[in-house]
C-alpha cells in the first residue's frame, strides 16, 4: 500500500511529499514558510521553501526541525524520574539509589524498560540517541551466556521504538581515581582490564543498520590513568566516538588532583583521549587551561542541564567552551526531565542564573546543539538537517498549544515542550503521527517496565 503523500514509478523508488507550514533549513537565522519537502528512500531530496501545498503532499502545520539529538542517556536512570527528592542529598546519594535499580536489571527488563525510555524519546522529537552502556554483566559480574546481552537488548530496544542508536560500551574498571576494586553493585559494570573490555565490546556487532558501536571511557575514577590510551586506541582504530564524562563533580576533580597532581582534563590529554572524535560529558567544573585544551584539540562537550541541576552538579562554561570552538551537543543523562527543548534553553537560563546577564547563546546555536552537532557526537554526521542528501529525520512542532500560541517560530525553543510534538520521521520512517506513537504505548509500557525493577 502507498502512504499517504506517496508516488511510485515502475522503475523508480517511492518518493513521500510533505509541506511544513515552517521549516528551519541550514544556515538559517529563522524558519521559512510553506517549505516543500521530499523524501526518497530514506533521504532527502529537494527541499524547497516557499512553495504553495500541492495537493498531493502531507501536510505539516507548524514547525518542522531536523531530528532531535540526545547525545547522552543512560536508560535504566528513567526509573528514578521523581524519586528521592524528599529529603536532602547530593549525587553520591542518588548514586546509591541508582544502583539499586541496576542491581534488578535483567536481559529481558532492561528491553522493556529501554523500548519504553526510547519510545519517550521519540515522542520528544529525538531521533537518534546514544547509550552509555556499562550494565555488561550478571549481579556480581558473572557474564552473561552471552557477554554482550545487555547491549544487545538495548539495540533490540531502539529498534522497537524506531530510532537509531549508538551503544557507547564503557569500559568501568575502578572505583575511585586512585584504584579502589570495584564492589557490590559496581561488579557487573567491569570487565578487569581494559584489554578484556576491547576484546568483549570488540565481539560485538549490533543487529540492524539503525544502531552501531561507539565507546566511551566511564570517568577518570573508573578507568585507570595507564589503560585510557587502550580504551582511545579501540575507538580510533574503528573510526568510532569516545565519550566520557568529565568534570561533573568537584569531588572527583580534586581526587584526580591530589592522586595524579593534574586535573581530569590534563590527565585525559596526555593520554591521548582528547580529539575530534570525542565528546566529554558535562565537563562542569574546568579551568581556564581545561577550555582551551578542550577547544585546541576539537573535542566536542555534552551539556545535559536537567541532570546536571536535578542532582545541583552545577553550571558549565558552556559559552566559554564553544567561544573556544568546542561543538556543543545536548544530553538528557538521567532523564529527570526527557526534553531536548528544555535542555536547549536550560544552556541559556543557567546561565542567566550564574552571570546575570543575557543572550549568552543564539536561537541558531541552540538548535545546532540539538541537532547536527549530538548526531554528529553519535557517529551520524549525515543527520541533523533538513537538506538534500542527508538522512530523512524530521520533528513538527505545534505553533498552536498553550505553551506555543503567539510565539513565532524562531522562538520555539523558549517555548515549546516535548508534549507539542506532532510528527517524527527517523531515516524516512513515520514514528510518531499526530502525537502518538504508532507501535508503543508509551504510558503503559514505563509504568510497567519502572515497577518491575522499582517494586521491593
Not at 523500548?115 to 552509555?132: H, P, S
Not at 590510551?229 to 580510533?236: L, N
Not at 541552540?366 to 549525515?382: E, F, N, S, V, Y
Request: proline share 7%; with cysteine; glycine share 10%.
Amino acid at each position: 500500500m502507498t502512504a499517504p503523500g506517496a508516488t511510485t514509478t515502475p522503475a523508480g523508488p517511492e518518493r513521500i511529499r510533505y509541506h511544513a507550514e515552517y521549516a528551519w533549513l541550514p544556515d538559517r537565522a529563522e524558519p521559512d514558510a510553506d517549505v516543500l519537502i521530499e523524501v526518497v528512500d530514506g533521504r532527502f531530496g529537494a527541499v524547497t521553501p516557499g512553495v504553495p501545498v500541492p495537493p498531493d503532499a502531507r501536510r505539516l502545520p507548524g514547525l518542522t526541525l531536523p531530528g532531535l539529538a540526545n547525545a547522552h542517556s543512560h536508560a535504566f536512570h528513567r526509573a528514578l524520574r521523581g524519586r528521592g527528592h524528599g529529603a536532602r542529598g547530593d549525587f553520591w546519594s542518588w548514586r546509591a539509589a541508582m544502583y539499586a535499580v541496576a542491581d534488578r536489571l535483567d536481559p529481558d527488563s532492561y528491553l522493556a524498560l529501554a523500548r519504553a525510555t526510547y519510545a519517550e524519546m521519540a515522542l520528544a522529537g529525538i531521533t537518534g540517541v546514544g547509550e552509555f552502556h556499562y550494565l555488561h554483566h550478571r549481579p556480581g559480574g558473572t557474564p552473561y551466556a552471552d557477554p554482550n546481552a545487555m547491549g544487545a537488548a538495548l539495540v533490540e530496544a531502539a529498534a522497537q521504538a524506531g530510532v537509531r542508536l549508538t551503544l557507547l560500551d564503557t569500559c568501568y574498571l575502578t572505583a575511585t581515581v586512585d584504584g579502589d576494586p570495584l564492589a557490590g553493585p559496581q561488579l557487573r559494570f567491569g570487565d578487569g582490564d581494559a584489554a578484556r573490555w576491547a576484546e568483549r565490546a570488540g565481539a560485538f556487532t549490533p543487529a540492524g543498520a539503525h544502531a552501531r558501536v561507539g565507546a566511551a571511557i566511564h570517568s577518570v575514577r573508573a578507568v585507570p590513568a595507564d589503560q585510557l590510551a587502550e580504551v582511545a586506541r579501540w575507538a580510533a582504530d574503528r573510526a568510532a566516538p569516545l565519550h566520557l564524562h568529565l568534570a561533573e563533580q568537584p569531588a572527583e576533580h580534586e581526587a584526580c588532583l591530589a592522586y595524579h597532581g593534574k586535573s581530569p582534563t590534563a590527565l585525559l590529554a596526555e593520554a591521548g583521549v582528547l580529539g575530534p572524535a570525542t565528546t566529554a560529558v558535562h565537563a562542569t567544573h574546568l579551568t581556564g587551561s581545561d577550555i582551551r585544551a578542550l577547544g585546541g584539540s576539537g573535542t566536542g562537550v555534552c551539556a545535559c542541564p536537567t541532570t546536571e541541576r536535578d542532582l545541583a552538579d552545577g553550571v558549565g562554561p558552556f559559552r566559554e567552551l564553544a567561544d573556544d570552538g568546542v561543538p556543543l551537543s545536548l544530553g538528557s543523562d538521567s532523564h529527570a526531565v526527557l526534553d531536548l527543548f528544555e535542555e536547549a534553553r536550560a544552556v541559556e537560563l543557567n546561565l542567566r542564573l550564574a552571570t546575570l546577564a543575557r543572550g549568552h547563546f543564539t536561537p541558531v546555536e541552540l538548535l545546532r546543539a540539538a541537532t547536527g552537532a549530538g548526531h554528529a557526537a553519535l557517529g551520524w554526521p549525515d543527520a541533523g538537517r533538513l537538506a538534500p542528501g542527508d538522512r530523512a529525520d524530521l520533528v513538527t512542532v505545534r505553533l498552536d498549544s498553550a505553551r506555543t500560541a503567539g510565539t513565532p517560530p524562531v522562538g520555539v525553543f523558549f517555548a515549546a515542550g516535548a508534549a507539542d510534538v506532532t510528527d517524527v520521521l527517523v531515516d524516512g520512517r513515520p514514528v510518531v503521527r499526530e502525537g502518538r506513537h504508532r507501535t508503543v504505548d508509551v504510558p503503559a509500557e514505563l509504568a510497567a517496565a519502572i515497577g518491575a525493577v522499582t517494586a521491593a
